[in-house]
């Protein structure tokens, strides 16, 4: 047969009932959009996650308490319960070689108020290398100096969030007062928009001076974090060894599994970050394929009821010459024919799933040509594989039985 003639075939034979053409390709529609959904989540999911822990700095690595251990008695009291890590140890790790910066910092939760207003957020103590650090910019005022820290000055720097919740949205609260904790601070300096949410975002913490947040919050001189900013990429690693072994002989520790602090690498954070966010994508994308494969076998069920309607008619054929092979071909691009189509429509649905989730704010997704391409595929692939029996089976029929069948 020509190429012509089956693809005429083909469209005669589709539209011949199309209420159940239409209903046998739902299933695939359907199964197609929800991977191509499916997959665009993740995805977006893992682009967020890497671009909030890139937006934290650059080069970044971060030392933060352990678990505390009784001496003598082996009990671990949980990782980041150990209060050993001080100021000087900040000082000494910027004398490594290639460390561009380091800012130690004190984080804790306080009761915020100003003016009759009230917020509970994360206050962090922090030193005047924080914002290079931690890439973090300035939209009004100033930010904590070192003086500050020298003078045990009693100031804060709002992120917008704070600002927006004690002194209503888009205000200047710069020399105004709020009382931490019932201390009062004056507030000199808002940090610029960087987004994110939960406890982590920048834009819901209020800035002060760390040796003030020591003396007056937390009544010790003990640090939660030492932000290190290396000169570059290539040499985190390296970084992260001299780092661990000087704090390890500060600390007088000789075995690192006993070690009281974790040295995180951020590309190891953003790796990890990556492993799980994949693994989540390749979960949602699977049971979204549980549609497929229900899709592919409501087209089965479709070409056997076909095949078994036009059985007088291909025993007709067989009748006047057409090979097993023409009436196999026949039957499997009506399969395939039906699952492209259905394919192509489910890419579409995807996508705009897609985009009504990003426009909605719910979360950016991003689809790539790989999902695409792997729909069709996997479209194309159902057509053939479910295809291929009932086809099989109408081109080895008998053509007189076939003739003779009613």
């Known amino acids: 047969m020509k190429t012509v003639d089956i693809l005429e075939e083909t469209y005669s034979a589709l539209t011949a009932n199309k209420v159940r053409t239409g209903l046998t390709m739902l299933g695939i529609v359907i199964g197609i959009a929800s991977v191509i959904a499916m997959i665009s989540i993740g995805q977006g999911a893992q682009n967020s996650i890497e671009s909030s822990i890139q937006s934290i700095g650059s080069n970044l690595l971060m030392v933060m308490p352990g678990a505390q251990r009784t001496p003598g008695v082996q009990v671990n009291t949980g990782r980041g ?36 207003t009230n917020t509970n957020t994360s206050v962090d103590g922090v030193t005047a290398d924080y914002p290079m650090v931690k890439n973090l910019n300035i939209d009004a005022g100033n930010f904590i100096t070192d003086q500050n820290n020298k003078n045990l000055s009693k100031v804060a720097v709002l992120g917008p969030t704070v600002r927006d919740d004690l002194f209503g949205e888009g205000s200047d609260p710069v020399g105004q007062a709020i009382r931490i904790n019932g201390i009062e601070f004056k507030i000199i300096g808002v940090t610029a928009t960087k987004g994110g949410t939960g406890f982590g975002s920048q834009d819901d913490m209020i800035f002060i001076p760390l040796i ?48 009281d602090f974790n040295v995180m690498n951020q590309s190891d954070i953003i790796a990890t970050a990556s492993s799980i966010t994949d693994t989540f994508t390749i979960f949602l994308a699977a049971i979204a394929g549980i549609s497929l494969l229900v899709g592919g076998i409501g087209i089965m069920n479709m070409m056997l009821t076909t095949v078994t309607e036009r059985t007088k008619e291909i025993g007709l054929r067989k009748a006047i010459g057409a090979k097993s092979r023409d009436i196999n071909l026949q039957f499997l691009i009506e399969a395939v024919s039906m699952t492209f189509a259905g394919g192509l429509l489910g890419v579409f649905l995807g996508w705009l799933i897609g985009y009504v989730i990003s426009s909605l704010g719910l979360i950016q997704t991003s689809i790539s040509l790989m999902s695409i391409l792997l729909a069709f595929g996997v479209s194309a692939g159902i057509g053939i594989i479910f295809g291929y029996y009932p ?12 003739l003779r069948y009613e």
């Open 81 to 116: 319960t150990a209060r050993t890590l001080i100021t000087e140890d900040a000082t000494v790790i910027l004398a490594i070689s290639g460390i561009k910066a380091v800012a130690p910092e004190l984080s804790g939760r306080y009761q915020v108020t100003a003016k009759g």
């Open 391 to 402: 086809a099989r089976r109408a081109s080895k029929l008998n053509p007189i039985e076939a």
């Open 212 to 259: 003030t947040a020591q003396r007056f919050l937390a009544g010790d001189n003990y640090v939660s974090t030492i932000n290190i900013q290396a000169d570059s990429a290539d040499i985190m690693t390296q970084i992260q060894t001299d780092v661990m072994d000087l704090l390890l002989t500060r600390h007088k520790i000789n075995d690192p599994t006993l070690a």
